[in-house]
């Protein structure tokens, strides 16, 4: 004969710690609630910013309509901004996507000192943003830059040639491209690395006694099959570029004369330093379109693993 | 057609002798198997013939042509992997047309190549699905269209059937037998299946830690085995094993019978306490140690039904082997010795 | 082809893939092997345009570590990223950790789906959310204090963990518990003590990944911490190792350095289950 649990506090048990409708729900719910007021409460009250007239030191705060974004519109520069913004992601990660996918098929299969290697690349993505940055200020100096000592050393430069990386608006967004690349190739590097390690080695050994060479095994085998997790590593690296400031912040302030302000970057200068809280929030909401189509991307392919 | 050939191969990884000095040949038209538990270095051997692993010391002539440094696609050889590999994001058809695409043969002829390999494994419908709405038997036949597709002088099969159900597994091995006879392409065909190599094979080569134990016809393995490894790898029950001085006594369980069946004079006869029957339908097992012995000598005897001689457990009863039917091994080499036979 | 062509293909590919191999190590590590050096030049020797700057062209110093650590206020810097990291990994394992599991052992087709959202939170950047949180965290009275970054932290940490978590959770087969239950004890119970203590990889792995966004994160650093001696390293060093228009780059090469170099040697060993989790089921 089974004992079962008898009296009031057996039961009590049995009902919370083994019911697992109870249970589960239990144990999410203090995630989900911080969640939800960390990250919910401000975007709301972000989107009431933006149509208010709220300031740093403002007390009370009025309703005023789309007026900020009236203001936010007719800006050049949130314009500059906005074109910067898409130029620097566009470009940065079309050369990330390139860059990964040839360094990751360089990094499959055993070679020695593959932990040093693997170490060193993370390096840029592993480092707080804003110290990587610096290391890159002091690179392009415009006194003292290694590159354009380098360049002229080889002989690229000429003597009346001294590119000032930072002082320039063109140089200068072309510095920060190179800064969101060198920093988001390691990340987008090792997750392409795990898509080709999913590929079943018995797929290449196929394609080899097929006949294929190197570019057809590439681009009709390899390239196809590694298409989803390209994706999602271009995705992050899109999100993680368009709504950045530090890069910015560290480089450039934005200058010279707010050429490569990116939207994230105004929006701080704007809110925060300009304490036009209301026009700041404004602008950052132009971020949220961006995220909100990867946030659905992502979201179709958890459906898309679920159903295969 | 062609031959296939190695030569003194040997395969190291780290300190480890995958292969360790085979030589072999494989002739026109042959369906030769490489049998052998897992890690004999069969698979190793296949994907060194293929060129998917470069050997340490050694050659592999294809057509008497030695391939050794050549690329797979240079050795004009076919594959068909134990998975099938088929590639999942391209069609039947595109899959079954990917070697001929690979070659730059003109997209008409690619059609109909295609389409005859379909039709030769009757797969015509299935060309414009993709390989996960196919069945494991639909996919096999798949591997199989895209090997034959180009028409090459080998056809290399790791193991094929082994992921099919067993009911399907025969009907394949027939079907697979059947249209290597009809194209009469060399095949080799690697398996851990000793029945399916049995049924298979025109030779078998046995391997065993990286070496070939023997290689005969299904016939000379079965009775003549070379040593012990082989006495008892194959057969289903293995050979029976009886120590005497310095040898071993082998015979198979069929011809340990008792010796009301088998009155034969000249044989030897042995008292058989039996621990366990087995009823199979066609024939009984009848498991037990030879009376009187220590060590304890275990020995299987196979009955087949329709004699119905009385055998029950813990008795003890006097079975025969007929003196034909017995090979000598010797018990430090386990290598047959010859002449054992009467 | 001939077996020479053949051979000479192989060598020429296993050549080129080391080729890009040095070629992006050395464009990735570059900046820190620059960091290196300029650490240790002497400042003659670092601001002499006529110098080879590859090289050492004085002995090297110690001196802009000394100055970093005894004239400038990093060693607080790093105290106060620290205090900040610990209290902020408690916050989230508390959190993260009975929320992944439940994600993992939940049955019904939208757990999935609400791990993946879960995970989203985590790509919402500060830089929508810092605006309005200025003013929370001033009405708060956190203004100014590590305990601003202590409250706000998690709200990303807490996310990636989750779903890290949750894809740990998933390995450790359930018959583990199902015997712990048949055994006697209950679904929590099992949890607690049968899955917890086998699950110390998949914990450190949270561990590691919230510290290392903690030393990361500079867009709240920045905007709610003005006194210079309640900064993070992120935020301190680049605002305050600059006075006017001069930039003391040994000292803030060397202080960039420690900040990164240590952490990163951490992250690489755990790197394969960090991938794991931004794989997002892409590769199963």
Not at chain 1, 184 to 202: F, K, R
């Amino acid at each position: 004969m089974i004992a079962l649990p008898a009296g009031g506090k057996g039961r009590a048990r049995w009902s919370f710690v083994d019911n697992e409708r109870r249970l589960w729900p239990a144990m999410l719910a203090p995630a989900i609630l911080y969640i939800a007021l960390l990250v919910g409460v401000p975007f709301v009250l972000s989107l009431f910013y933006s149509v208010s007239n709220a300031t740093v030191g403002s007390r009370s705060i009025q309703f005023v309509g789309l007026e900020n974004f009236r203001r936010i519109v007719e800006s050049g520069t949130f314009w500059l901004s906005l074109k910067n913004t898409v130029l620097i992601t566009v470009v940065s990660q079309f050369l990330v996507i390139v860059c990964a996918n040839i360094l990751a098929l360089a990094l499959t299969g055993e070679f020695r000192g593959k932990w040093l290697v693997r170490f060193l690349i993370l390096l840029p993505w592993v480092a707080p943003i804003s110290l990587g940055s610096i290391g890159w200020l002091w690179i392009f100096d415009s006194i003292y830059s290694v590159i354009n000592w380098t360049a002229r050393a080889v002989g690229l430069l000429g003597p009346h040639e001294w590119p000032i990386w930072l002082g320039e608006p063109t140089l200068a967004k072309t510095s920060i491209i190179i800064v969101n690349v060198w920093r988001i190739v390691p990340l987008a590097t090792v997750i392409i690395l795990a898509g080709l390690s999913s590929i079943p080695q018995d797929i290449h050994d196929a394609a080899q006694v097929d006949g294929a060479g190197f570019w057809r095994h590439y681009f009709e085998i390899t390239g196809p099959l590694i298409m989803p997790i390209t994706l999602v590593a271009l995705l992050f690296g899109i999100i993680f570029t368009f709504t950045d400031m530090i890069v910015v912040f560290v480089l450039t302030r934005g200058g010279p004369y707010d050429t490569t302000q990116v939207i994230a970057s105004w929006a701080y200068f704007t809110g925060i330093q300009g304490g036009d809280l209301a026009g700041g929030a404004a602008i950052s909401l132009f971020l949220f379109p961006v995220l909100a189509i990867v946030a659905v991307v992502f979201l179709l392919f958890a459906k898309r693993a679920e159903v295969t | 057609m062609a031959t296939v050939e190695a030569r003194r191969l040997v395969k190291l990884f780290d300190d480890v002798r995958a292969v360790d000095g085979i030589d072999l040949l494989a002739r026109q038209g042959e369906f030769l198997v490489l049998l052998g538990p897992s890690g004999c270095g069969k698979t190793t051997l296949m994907r060194m013939i293929a060129g998917l692993e470069h050997p340490t010391s050694g050659d592999i002539l294809i057509d008497g042509k030695v391939v050794t440094e050549l690329p797979p696609r240079a050795r004009n050889i076919a594959m068909v992997f134990q998975s099938y590999a088929l590639y999942p994001h391209l069609t039947v058809a595109r899959n079954i047309a990917f070697p001929l695409r690979a070659v730059g043969m003109p997209k008409p002829d690619i059609r109909k190549k295609v389409e005859w390999a379909a039709q030769m494994f009757g797969i015509e419908r299935l060309l414009d699905r993709k390989p996960r709405q196919l069945s494991g038997g639909e996919r096999q036949r798949v591997a199989l269209a895209r090997a034959v597709v180009r028409e090459p002088v080998v056809f290399l099969l790791d193991e094929p059937l082994s992921n099919l159900d067993a009911k399907l597994r025969n009907s394949a091995r027939d079907e697979l037998k059947q249209f290597q006879r009809k194209l009469g392409t060399t095949t080799i065909y690697v398996t851990h299946d000793q029945a399916e190599a049995m049924g298979l094979g025109d030779r078998i080569a046995v391997l065993s830690e990286g070496r070939v134990r023997q290689i005969g016809t299904p016939h000379d393995i079965y009775l003549r085995p070379a040593d012990t490894f082989v006495a008892t790898f194959i057969g289903s029950p293995p050979m029976n094993l009886v120590a005497e001085g310095k040898t071993w006594l082998g015979f198979r369980p069929e011809a340990f019978l008792p010796r009301e069946v088998e009155p034969a004079a000249d044989g030897i006869v042995f008292p058989f306490r039996v621990t366990r029957v087995e009823y199979l339908g066609a024939e009984r097992l009848v498991y037990g140690v030879i009376d009187g012995r220590t060590p304890e000598t275990h020995v299987i005897s196979k009955i087949p039904t329709n004699i119905r001689t009385e055998i029950a457990a813990d008795g003890v009863y006097d079975f025969v082997v007929r003196r034909q039917d017995i090979e000598r091994f010797d018990r430090d080499s386990g290598r047959r010795i010859d002449g054992g036979s009467a | 082809m001939t077996p020479a062509t053949a051979r000479a293909r192989r060598l020429a590919t296993r050549a080129g893939y080391g080729a890009i191999r040095v070629f992006f190590v050395v464009l990735l590590a570059f900046p820190f092997y620059w960091m290196l050096i300029t650490a240790f030049k002497t400042n003659k020797d670092l601001y002499n345009t006529a110098n080879n700057p590859y090289l050492f062209n004085a002995p090297p110093t110690l001196e802009h570590i000394i100055v970093l650590f005894r004239d400038t206020l990093f060693l607080q810097w790093l105290a106060n990223t620290a205090f900040v990291g610990v209290l902020v990994v408690a916050i989230t394992l508390v959190l993260a950790v009975p929320a992944g599991y439940a994600l993992a052992r939940m049955t019904g087709p939208w757990a999935q789906t609400l791990g993946v959202a879960i995970f989203l939170t985590y790509l919402v950047p500060p830089t929508i959310l810092f605006i309005p949180f200025s003013r929370i965290v001033a009405q708060l009275g956190v203004q100014d204090t590590l305990w601003s970054l202590v409250l706000v932290y998690p709200s990303f940490t807490v996310p990636f963990c989750t779903w890290l978590l949750m894809g740990f959770f998933k390995t450790i087969p359930r018959d583990l518990e199902d015997a712990a239950m048949i055994d006697g004890l209950s679904r929590l119970g099992a949890f607690l003590k049968v899955v917890m203590p086998i699950s110390l990889a998949g914990i450190l792995t949270a561990v590691i990944f919230t510290f290392t966004l903690v030393t990361q994160e500079f867009v709240y650093g920045v905007t709610f911490i003005t006194s210079s001696s309640s900064y993070t390293v992120s935020v301190g060093v680049p605002t305050f190792l600059v006075r006017g228009d001069v930039y003391f780059w040994g000292s803030m090469m060397a202080a960039c350095l420690i900040a990164s170099v240590p952490i990163a040697l951490i992250y690489n060993l755990f790197v394969d289950r960090f991938v794991a989790g931004f794989t997002v089921g892409a590769v199963k």
